[in-house]
């Protein structure tokens, strides 16, 4: 899938960027238009910031002008929201004001992925398509990988104004989120409150701080997070060791070894 | 006594409808009674996450090398090969399996001696596995094996059927609800260590418990305390962790 994207990215002799992530969604999965908005920390407020194709436009604008469709949907239940038949009974209802709108523009078949992980939320990807039907498995399959990419990327894009805070968009990789390692995500929160900030701004300064202390990879990424949760490293203006600090270098809890 | 056991743990694992049903809470629940009806000494469960990967999302208890025994299978082990094949795995001594080298040798250094690995499946799909441990080795009975398979199917059931179950696509949007459910409490069990100064394994006994006793949903309490909601304030006060392993 980064493979998909970068393609997209060289073709163009561009970075990458979430208008490559878009650009791959339209080809891999059939889409009509694909679109990327992001979630304000601050406002709530939920605007667009990529989007594919001149249906997508008009989708997006509707969605945030009415403030209900899939995507909505998708953030509010942490979930991705599957829509194969937008004409079908009940969706209507769902929807009231945006499935009638969308039918009239075209569009059958509408797929929303919320980008989080856990509580960090920044956002969805939606795919929209002209015929109704399911993705495959495998375009399902794609569709994940594309949010892990929109994620990544939007987040890179998040606080880039900052000067130390930014970072090249795979500095992690994309899959960064999926990390396999649940030290990231405790991490995180143990770093929100240390800072008193949010578990995006959280994430970002554990990132940061990966990023110049290591090799900008996952691994150093999962190395800063296992420091905070070992209490070794802690982002603290209290110069006394930290909560959840302990003595011995043992990677593991209280609990006795297996 | 143990089919009454049996029997209760069948419907534990079946009521959904039950005042603060939580998917996660659920698989947690699952491989402790399968833990205790077996008597062996560890479960876990991996789901996979319908991009290639498996993840550790649920285990008897919360040490490290375990769930790090979990995890590694995600690239070679017993749940890797239920997840691959659909069908169970059993290996009653891991000195003389020669199937995993690696996940062998972590699996003895924890003090394992033999593995078993049965498919959650939903239909025929096998959307994850559930590993049982011993440090004995030797077989579990095929009637043993049996009525794990049976929780596993029955968990498996209330996980996928939180909502209404119609279409097989629905299975994503169960799932990754599901895994981000297991994200959500890793970043709430490092605000409740962060804030008490717990390690994360008592913050996730503490976080549990203070769902349980006020029949609230798992994920939920675990949102408000990433929120910092009022009505968990009980659970962020100094006097929330009573018998807790204090640290420093």
Known sequence: MAAAIAAQARSAGEPVALVHVCRAAVELLSAAATGVLMLSDYSGAYEPVQVHGLLGEKLTELQVTYGEGPGVTALAQDRPVLVPDLAAGGTGRRWPMLVPAALQLGARAAFAFPLLAGRLAVGTLEIWRETPGWLSDEQAADALLLADAALTQLLAQLHAPQQHLALPPYADGPEAFMDRWPQVHQATGMVSVQLGTNLTTAFLRLRAHAFAHGTANGHSLRQAAEAVVDGRLSFASDPDPPPGARPGPGPGGTAPDL | ?248
Not at chain 2, 25 to 50: F, K
Request: net charge negative.
């Open chain 2, 1 to 248: 006594m143990l089919e009454q056991r049996i029997a209760q743990a069948f419907v534990e694992l079946a009521d959904t409808l039950v005042a603060g049903f939580d998917a996660i809470d659920l698989l947690h629940t699952l491989t402790e009674r399968c833990a205790d009806l077996l008597e062996i000494e560890a479960a876990g469960i991996l789901l996979a996450d319908q991009r290639g990967g498996l993840h550790a999302m649920a285990a008897t208890d919360q040490r490290v090398q375990l769930l790090e025994l979990l995890q590694r299978q995600e690239h070679d082990g017993p749940c890797l090969d239920v997840y691959r094949t659909g069908r169970p795995v059993a290996c009653t001594d891991l000195a003389t399996d020669r199937r995993w080298p690696a996940f062998a040798a972590a699996a003895r250094a924890c003090g394992f001696s033999a593995v078993y690995g049965l498919p959650l499946r939903l239909r025929d799909q096998t959307i994850g596995a559930m590993n049982l441990l011993s440090t004995t080795p030797g077989g579990l009975s095929a009637e043993a094996v049996a009525i794990a398979q049976a929780l596993a199917d029955v968990a498996t059931i209330s996980v996928l059927t939180e909502r209404v179950l119609q279409q097989q696509t629905t299975i994503t949007e169960q799932l990754q609800g599901a895994l981000n459910s297991r994200v959500l409490i890793e970043q709430a069990k490092g605000v409740l260590a962060a804030h008490h100064r717990l390690t994360v394994a008592d913050a996730f006994v503490l976080l549990r418990a203070f769902a349980r006793s006020r029949n609230r949903n798992l994920t939920e309490v675990a949102t408000a305390v990433i929120d910092r909601a009022p009505d968990i304030a009980e659970l962020l006060s100094p006097g929330a962790s009573p018998g807790q392993t204090t640290q420093r």
